[in-house]
């Protein structure tokens, strides 16, 4: 299982992905609404955990925004508020569950699995771009019938690029993706990290699919 939790306590947002890895689940934390909907929509996770105040907004927007851009993904609603009429909202906004701190890592666990049990049973999420293919679950890579192996930092920075296949992706929103909303986009370490993707994918293939588009960012396309 991939869980995106999207909490702003930095020791919250420690304690869950430390529980949940000693489960042997996938967590990956977002401290932001802003971050939280760049995963959310680029990312691929069984079930996003959700707090309802963000800095840079709150999460019951949040979980309208993504149903209304088709994220299927059950949610949680994750919040210190226990009034019916806060719950209400949630769930009227587009969440699965609710879960109101402070609560039993045990409860967490057992919501998260009846959440991951209810989403339908769908084929791998595929995507191809001319001769490049992407199995976001599966996390593998192949061009022109060959496996290519990358780092789990090449494969999100090319995820972030397929999800918005044939449009430029700013420096800002590769960086959040990638590493975090923290990192500063402006150091070389994003161009390091494309040139590292350009010698597995493009280097010994025609068309070049990563295209630099200068003073905007990148963009994944013929």
């Not at 079930?47 to 999460?59: A, E, K, R, S, T």
């Not at 992407?134 to 060959?146: G, Q, S």
């Not at 800002?172 to 150091?187: I, S």
Request: glycine letters at 6%; proline letters at 4%.
């Amino acid at each position: 299982m991939r869980v995106l939790i999207v909490e702003d306590d930095p020791e919250l947002g420690a304690v869950l992905t430390d529980g949940l890895r000693e489960q042997a689940i996938d967590a990956v934390v977002a401290p932001s609404a802003g971050e939280g909907r760049e995963r959310a929509l680029f990312g691929s996770y069984d079930v996003i955990v959700l707090d309802v105040l963000l800095p840079g907004g709150n999460g019951y927007d949040l979980c309208r925004e993504l149903r209304a851009r088709d994220i299927a993904t059950p949610i949680l609603m994750l919040t210190a508020r226990d009034a019916v009429d806060d719950r209400v909202r949630g769930l009227d906004a587009g969440a699965d569950d609710y879960l109101t701190k402070p609560f039993a890592f045990r409860e967490l666990l057992a919501r998260l699995s009846a959440l991951e049990r209810r989403r339908p049973v769908i084929a791998p999420a595929v995507q191809r771009i001319a001769d490049l293919e992407l199995d976001f679950r599966a996390r593998t890579v192949r061009r022109h019938d060959a496996d290519i192996h990358l780092t789990a930092k090449e494969f999100a920075l090319l995820e972030c690029l397929a999800r918005q296949e044939g449009q430029v992706v700013d420096r800002a929103t590769l960086t959040a993706f990638v590493w975090d909303e923290n990192h500063d986009p402006f150091t070389n370490v994003l161009e390091v990290l494309v040139r590292r993707l350009r010698r597995k994918v493009d280097d010994a293939f025609e068309p070049k699919l990563i295209h630099t588009v200068r003073g905007a960012g990148y963009r994944l396309g013929t």
